[in-house]
């Protein structure tokens, strides 16, 4: 069975600092994988994806996310955080077969200190 | 602009009551879902569906329902049977295929009174 795990369900960093946020899946087959953001009572949005065409993958606000098959990583950076970064970050895989089922790791909510 | 319309915003259930939650989509998807939030939790699947008139049971489907009778529409109900409603939920869908990314309403918070 696929899954998601992300370490660290708090991370705090100080603005203009890398922002390291990690996750790992498990997955039998060559997985699709998403990075969301959410904000306090706010639906998700979708920061970046990987669909298996670059490993390296650019999304917006100047995150991105190595796919790093050995380690079966998917962690996202940032060089330098923001305040407007505050907020929970969600990594999911896509359930194999088509059917656009995401499965969501636990989320990490981030905290920028000034 | 399109995108995915939750509403209400906040709902409050009482004990033994059904409630509906509505969703709505004019992105002209083929695919929506529900996910329901608890802190610490991540999202978790109630149901989805991939087709009008057709839908299957996530993870957590026991005390909810849904219908699909038109492609925008995908509204569920969280019914007396369901024991623990209080949540954030929300609703999402994608066009055909696994290396699509979903795209989520703003969600509702049940609140049990």
């Known amino acids: 069975a696929q899954s998601v795990t992300q370490l660290g369900s708090h991370v705090s960093v100080s603005e203009g600092a890398l922002v390291l946020l990690r996750c790992n899946y498990s997955s039998s087959v060559p997985p699709y994988l998403f990075w969301y953001v959410q904000y306090p009572n706010q639906g998700l949005q979708l920061l970046l994806k990987?669909?298996?065409?670059?490993?390296l993958v650019k999304g917006i606000n100047g995150f991105e996310a190595e796919f790093k098959k050995s380690e079966t990583s998917f962690h996202l950076t940032k060089p330098s955080a923001h305040m407007s970064d505050a907020a929970e970050y969600f990594c999911?895989?896509?359930?194999?077969?088509?059917?656009?089922?995401?499965?969501f790791g636990q989320g990490t909510t981030l905290q920028v200190k000034p | 602009d399109g995108g995915i319309t939750q509403s209400p915003k906040y709902l409050f259930r009482k004990e033994g009551q059904n409630v509906t939650l509505s969703c709505e989509q004019n992105?002209?998807?083929?695919?929506m879902y529900w996910y329901r939030q608890d802190p610490g939790q991540g999202l978790r699947l109630i149901y989805y569906s991939q087709i009008v008139n057709d839908f299957q049971k996530g993870d957590i489907a026991e005390g909810y329902s849904v219908s699909r009778e038109k492609k925008e529409s995908f509204p569920l109900t969280v019914t007396s049977a369901q024991k623990n409603p209080t949540a954030f939920y929300l609703c999402?869908?994608?066009?055909?295929?696994?290396?699509?990314?979903?795209?989520f309403g703003q969600g509702t918070r049940l609140t049990v009174v």
């Open positions: 992105l002209n998807h083929d695919a």
């Open positions: 999911a895989v896509s359930e194999s077969g088509n059917t656009g089922k995401l499965i």
């Open positions: 999402a869908s994608t066009s055909w295929g696994g290396n699509t990314e979903a795209f």
């Open positions: 990987y669909t298996s065409a670059a490993t």
